[in-house]
């Protein structure tokens, strides 16, 4: 699974955090899980450790750019830069061996920017949501 994961995303070990991704009826749906050996939890903290908050935001983020990609209609070998990052709310920590599901839903798609609002789950309860715009660009 790994391998399609990227094809998909230009991100690679240790800032890839999709495991999977599909698509059904609009909404984009993914999964990661926070093994404990990401880089992160040596500092984040070291005796109690959690998943930074931008890094849930940045899974969000990857899930909703991984599942247009798988869709189709994000094409190309383009990048998607985050720009801003909206209605941002944080619900439950997140820690080392748990599963983080991402459920996006699509705002507003074009060729050079991509509006996606998201909630990132653990089990059934919410960890976080956002929204946020990413611009399409070149390498």
């Known amino acids: 699974m790994k391998a399609e994961i990227e094809t998909l995303l230009p991100h690679r070990t240790p800032f890839l955090f999709v495991d999977e ?12 899980t926070f093994s404990g050996e990401e880089f992160f939890f040596k500092g984040h903290f070291p005796r109690y450790p959690v998943v930074p908050g931008v890094i849930l935001v940045e899974t969000m983020a990857q899930s909703g750019g991984a599942g247009l990609r798988k869709e189709g209609i994000l094409g190309g070998d383009g990048l998607f830069f985050l ?31 991509i509006k996606q609002a998201g909630k990132a789950l653990v089990g059934d309860e919410l960890a976080a949501e956002a929204e946020w715009l990413c611009l399409v660009g070149q390498a």
Do not use: C, W
């Open 83 to 113: 720009a801003s990052v909206d209605k941002v709310k944080f619900r439950r920590q997140v820690r080392p061996g748990e599963t983080v599901h991402s459920e996006i839903r699509n705002i507003r798609v074009s060729p050079k920017m």
């Open 21 to 32: 991704v599909k698509t059904e009826n609009g909404l984009i749906v993914a999964s990661y």
